[in-house]
């Protein structure tokens, strides 16, 4: 702020003195200092002439507000440091893919259909799996057949015989006539959560969350 000053003539008349050092101070108020000033107010209020209770939440109000907007402010300055556009773009780029993950636990996709697969440390003669509803009950048993020591994919479209679908939850992967040495099952990444604190993005899918590096391959 700009002040005047002014000098006393012989008259004893105040006049402009151009020569003067002028004074100058912040055209702002920072929120410390209008805190300060506002609580000042309300302790040295005259106690026989108190603010009435509109004023006084009004006051609290304004208190709360310029506090609450400096925090959400520096909030957002934390997140927009964190969130870098290459971060988003990264997790973005996994949203709608499918994964898969270690599980015994198989889940359909937008097409109905369930799909993962096995890992055989030994070849075997005859191999089903079920697919067991929360009830307990066998939904699907697909033959295998023989197969070779290795990975071996499985799928099933969630209809009958007659076409009709039958399943639509989440189904149990069960293997009998082998000891696998993995179950895996394809699934959905639906949505990406990006931490503001740096660490690995979470793939969320119908099975659970998953870490980028749970995925045993992509699609």
Known sequence: MTTTSTVTDSAGLSVYNPNATVGTGSATMDQSSFLTLLTAQMQYQDPFEPVDNAQMVSQMATI???SGIAEMNATLKSLASELTGTRLGDAASWIGKSMLVQSNIAAPDATGTYAGQITLTDAVDGATIDLIDADGNVVKTIDMGAQEAGDVTFYWDGKDDAGE???????QVKVNGATPSRVATWATIAAVQSPADGSSSKLITALG???????ISLM
Request: proline share 6%; aromatic share 6%.
């Open 165 to 171: 679908t039958v399943a639509t939850d989440a189904l």
């Open 209 to 215: 969350t998953y870490s980028p590096s749970d995925a």
């Open 64 to 66: 709360t507000n310029s």
